[in-house]
């Protein structure tokens, strides 16, 4: 395992339907994010998750979303009730735990296109 | 004003040459700076961190962080048409330390023409 995973690459779904994203991050990875990118935008910052505590949710993330990590392993976003401005490139990303390094790895994203 | 602003181009250099982006940001605490490469459909690839004052190399890159001028940038020297995407800007803001969580600016489009 070299990488951050997500799961599906491609989602396509009505308006109204709930959608589920899986990301499994870098195995000594204990912080995972989860970031939005719309057209010609850079990513926005969702939802951050310290082992299995979600410790901040952006204002982004109306009450249709739902992100969990249990176990601390890894972490599924769930969107209900789909509406067309939900239709992005969704991002996980993963970092080391503790010091000073902030980097953070992204996986491949899912991309969602709600119809 | 935005927190993270880039100029989005697109930036369009002749191959060879060098491609300078540049990135200014607004919280004069932030201390951790990132530049990530995106092409086409993808997802964010991290090229470069920087947390010190001046320049860092890597390889064909450089980047610079000027802290007093809250500006960043990153040199590409001897650019291929291999370097043509999106390169994005992010910051950890000075008040998001204890999540480390990134904003970005939106990203500038660069074309290196062959």
């Known amino acids: 395992d070299t990488g951050v995973s997500q799961n599906p690459r491609h989602k396509i779904t009505k308006r109204g339907q709930n959608v589920t994203f899986r990301c499994d991050p870098i195995?000594?990875?204990?912080?995972l994010y989860w970031y939005r990118q719309t057209l010609g935008q850079g990513p926005e910052f969702l939802t951050y998750f310290q082992n299995e505590a979600q410790l901040e949710k952006s204002r982004l993330l109306s009450d249709r979303f739902s992100a969990e990590r249990p176990k601390g392993s890894f972490s599924t976003l769930e969107i209900q009730r789909t509406e067309q401005g939900d239709s992005a490139m969704y991002l996980c990303?993963?970092?080391?735990?503790?010091?000073?390094?902030?980097?953070?790895?992204f996986g491949p994203g899912t991309r969602l296109t709600v119809t | 004003q935005k927190e993270v602003e880039q100029n989005s181009g697109p930036l369009s250099v002749p191959e060879g040459a060098i491609a300078s982006l540049n990135c200014t940001y607004s919280?004069?605490?932030?201390?951790?700076f990132f530049w990530y490469r995106q092409y086409s459909g993808k997802s964010p690839e991290l090229i470069m961190s920087i947390y010190s004052n001046g320049d860092k190399e890597d390889g064909r890159f450089t980047a610079q962080l000027n802290k007093a001028s809250q500006y960043v940038s990153l040199l590409i020297r001897d650019s291929q048409p291999s370097d043509s995407a999106t390169y994005l800007c992010a910051v950890k803001l000075h008040g998001s330390s204890n999540t480390g969580k990134l904003i970005f600016g939106q990203g500038t489009t660069l074309q290196v023409k062959p």
């Open positions: 919280d004069r605490g932030s201390q951790s």
């Open positions: 195995s000594e990875h204990n912080r």
């Open positions: 990303a993963s970092r080391i735990a503790g010091g000073t390094i902030y980097e953070q790895y």
